[in-house]
């Protein structure tokens, strides 16, 4: 019985899971599918290279094999997607990914977005990515907070970065929505909107939110 | 109490807002917000003409202001999505617009959409819409049926219309996704979908989907 | 007979169109047709908002519709061109908008134009603009001056926010032309253009001398 | 005393430049600068190559340079607009170039022109250069007549291509305005818009028309 | 001692990996470096799939880092480049793909390339790599031949679909220049050139000769 | 017998050739074409106005027609490319251009380039190019030094204005990789590297290295 969302956490760290899943309660109800979050533990602790995005994407399609008969659909909750497109070739089952969704949602939200990157590294494979949905004219910048995935655990110090790329993005870059460039970081989107003022979208819940109104259209 | 989704038809034709009442029935649920549909009087017939477009969208604004405090939502359920950037400065309201979401849809469905288009004058429209959104990178391009709204009521002829439409955007455009550029064709969505072998998007679906999604997140 | 270019300012502003009438004089000539500069009297007393763009432009389309015998041309002359594609729709007349025109001629004397415009709110809606005009490769960028439309009486002051915004626009974001986002603010032009070093598009003039040669083609 | 429009004809028929000077007579008004048409007797009989172009180029601006005394603007007559970059570095008069003109006029017409080329060989030159325009957005296609300079003169025929050059452009490319991809076929305008229920630029009426308002406004 | 360029066919036909080392033959010479080129045993016999690519990257990936002591360059030799973005994270080692070096080569031979495409289904995926490359204004369109893997073992069929693909592309798309979708066709380039009159680009032709240029700068 | 690449200067500065000619060394091999890099007496001693442009491309073009027997290829070795587009009418013979080949080199070495200018009032013009070429999303900005070529002289002055742009494009406009927006600055290319940490592209070099490659392949 395919019944269940399974949002992908492809790389090994349980807290981002758990805050993943936190994430997700707002969109669980009784009669829906369930939504499981799930960690991949070959994934590696944080993918930030090409080559952590292009390993993860076969931990993702191993796991959407395995569970494609429970699966209503599949969230790959990193944003760099890894994978995304060979979900997609995967008979009958729904996938979305959290860049692509947030991006997605960000336009219906202001005209142009700047993106609150993690590293500085990861923003030309965002292009790239941006590039391929043919939407960087709506892509008012991306700033990053260049900090590793071990320094993400302080959280004051992570929002407060959080806080000036948003207002750099704001007031250099003319973003007038801005996108959280990373899974499992929901915790910190309402004190983002209210320190800068503008709408701040949470990409996994975006494509969550998203997935789960295809599902029950059975798209 | 903000708990319904209002589906607003601007024209005045009542079988055009039953056949998108249908087409919301697999997006009811028991908790969830009410999803209404709703005739504007005074709309046109039809919305063909920018003129059409521009007079529903005052008409679609003193609805929405009229129930704004009962709205968890607006969907705009007309294809040129009339006052969809007014009803965005409603404080604490989300609206979005069928072309908006039937497009952002297609793109998570296939690389390049074709749009089956009602009339030939409306398409220029279009095109501005998707500049605006900056994806006419995404559009394969537009093919009318060239039917008027009286002669849609002739389902044989509109369907084996939409399927020619779509063939030859499939064809000669290049489309691997479609688009239906109408509310309320929600009927035609399968077999258009069966005949070309293509996705096909039915854009009210669509954007009542999105809108469910965020409610719940209370974006 | 058709002998009337009307110059049409959305808002109620008497001033406003004061200041449009005198940048028309040098457009004037024995000849020529009639420039006849308006204002709607139930117009809002600045358009800033997109429901303010919206109420006007069925404002501006009954005053065309009544004056429709005498035009031989409409010139929506707000910023936001409201019911310019309307205006269009109206057989035998010519309508151009001062963004649309502004932009065009800005294209001739630069490379990349930069919109020094009033409100920080509006600049999403120029750049919805630009996208559906095709052309956001050659925009710089827009610097909102932040006043208010009561504010704008302060001339010296509104002068030197327009400079500064200029002059941000030329060095931070590469504009070697500008084009000012407001109708009515003719007598800023030379000042502007001077203490900028870059050629500066008043875009209800560009709009106004482009629509008499169109009208001497009757095109 | 800068009271004439030159009109350049950059190759060195005399009947183009015949041609471009009846297309010339609604544009001329009693105390309207003098509008005058020159034929380069040392430019090619047609300009074709690339080659033709930029040796046509160091013609036009010698005109320029010798002729600046007198000028109130220049107007590079060839779809190619030979020289128009150098001109506009000349101090102090207005260049405007035909094929941007047309462009930028046709632009004002609908969402997207088709270009109704003379050759096939120049349709990439015309891509540079709506690329560099940065307008490719809205260029619907080309398509070529493919009669040679000397095969333009049978008048029946060469109606006739274009007509069905415009048809393929419409029904094709999708083109909701048409631009002739050539100076001096004015003539052609009438029945060409006749034939396709299409509006036509003509592209020297429109730079030439666009540099009057321009002369009248001192920009 | 890194002397070797390294031209890897990422699927396991040892046919396909003869016909690129025959198209390398040019590319030898006594001082430079040698070309090997090489099959990937574990390989799909042909990549045609996105999972057939993303499983085809971590081969080329683990090929690359197991000669990257040995390797002046990679050169990932099929038209969907698997790997390529990895291998750029090795450092000190050029890697260049040959969709990427076919497109900006045909860049520099016409103004808008066709692709002929061996299948239908990689059409969309091609047109995710030239938005991700900010290409897409150069792309005319892609036209496939529709044959698997196996089926083009009938040299005389394949080479009349590639002559059909390519004047289609031609004639209907506007292409002036074509680029053969698909690494070790290289015999099939000179008679798909004579046939359709246009400059042809062989993928991995291309890719070798700018990877033994930039080998020689030691970029 | 056509055996020479011939890399043009087209300004009357043997400094400048003679810079280009030891940036030539690493390309040069015993069987390979000589590469003859060449003054042109006539040029101007700098390119630096569009004037200056289209006065050397006929130079250009005077030379190339003057060598053609003896070419195997030409490189227009001026950030303006002068004549390029007409060389490549030339029948049998290779022409490349150093802005085309820096800009198509740098898109394989990262994402989004910056530019290195040399004065401000070219940067327009390169903007022309970079929208002719149909890549303008792969640039993330130019900054211009602001030395005037007699100024050039002053290696450490210019030097330190060329990492002080490059840092600037770098940090302000998210450039990953730089291209030198000027021939013959070779030996700026690795401490410009240094002093970034980013891939920097030497023009000339980018040009005739590539030039080699489609030499040896007789494309």
């Given at each position: 019985?395919?019944?269940?969302?399974?949002?992908?956490n492809?790389n090994?760290?349980?807290?981002?899971?758990?805050?993943?899943?936190?994430?997700?309660?707002?969109?669980?109800?009784?009669?829906?599918?369930?939504?499981?979050?799930?960690?991949?533990?070959?994934?590696?602790?944080g993918?930030?290279?090409?080559?952590?995005?292009?390993?993860?994407?076969?931990?993702?399609?191993?796991?959407?094999?395995e569970?494609?008969?429970?699966?209503a659909?599949?969230v790959?909750?990193?944003?760099s997607d890894?994978?995304?497109?060979?979900?997609?070739?995967?008979?009958?089952?729904?996938?979305?990914?959290?860049?692509?969704?947030?991006?997605?949602?960000?336009m219906?939200?202001?005209?142009?977005f700047?993106?609150?990157?993690i590293?500085?590294?990861s923003?030309?494979?965002?292009?790239?990515?941006?590039?391929?949905?043919?939407?960087?004219?709506r892509?008012?910048?991306?700033?990053?907070?260049?900090?590793?995935?071990?320094?993400?655990t302080?959280?004051?110090?992570?929002?407060?970065?959080?806080?000036?790329?948003?207002?750099?993005?704001?007031?250099?870059?003319?973003?007038?929505?801005?996108?959280?460039?990373?899974?499992?970081?929901?915790?910190?989107?309402?004190?983002?909107?209210?320190?800068?003022?503008?709408?701040?979208?949470?990409?996994?819940?975006?494509a969550?939110?998203?997935?789960?109104?295809?599902?029950?259209?059975d798209?």
């Amino acid at each position: 019985m395919r019944d269940t969302l399974y949002v992908i956490n492809p790389n090994s760290s349980q807290a981002v899971t758990a805050g993943i899943d936190a994430a997700m309660e707002p969109l669980r109800r009784a009669g829906g599918p369930r939504i499981e979050c799930v960690t991949l533990a070959d994934g590696p602790p944080g993918v930030q290279t090409q080559q952590d995005v292009d390993r993860a994407a076969l931990s993702v399609l191993r796991f959407a094999q395995e569970h494609q008969d429970k699966a209503a659909g599949f969230v790959t909750a990193c944003f760099s997607d890894p994978g995304l497109h060979m979900l997609r070739e995967l008979p009958g089952v729904l996938s979305l990914g959290i860049s692509e969704c947030g991006a997605l949602t960000a336009m219906t939200l202001g005209q142009r977005f700047g993106v609150v990157a993690i590293l500085q590294g990861s923003i030309g494979r965002h292009w790239r990515t941006w590039g391929a949905m043919g939407i960087t004219q709506r892509v008012a910048g991306e700033v990053a907070i260049g900090r590793g995935v071990t320094e993400l655990t302080d959280r004051e110090a992570t929002l407060s970065a959080m806080i000036a790329a948003g207002k750099r993005l704001r007031d250099e870059h003319g973003a007038n929505v801005l996108v959280m460039g990373c899974a499992g970081m929901a915790a910190y989107r309402a004190p983002l909107q209210d320190a800068t003022g503008l709408p701040v979208v949470e990409p996994t819940q975006a494509a969550a939110s998203m997935a789960l109104g295809r599902i029950q259209l059975d798209w």
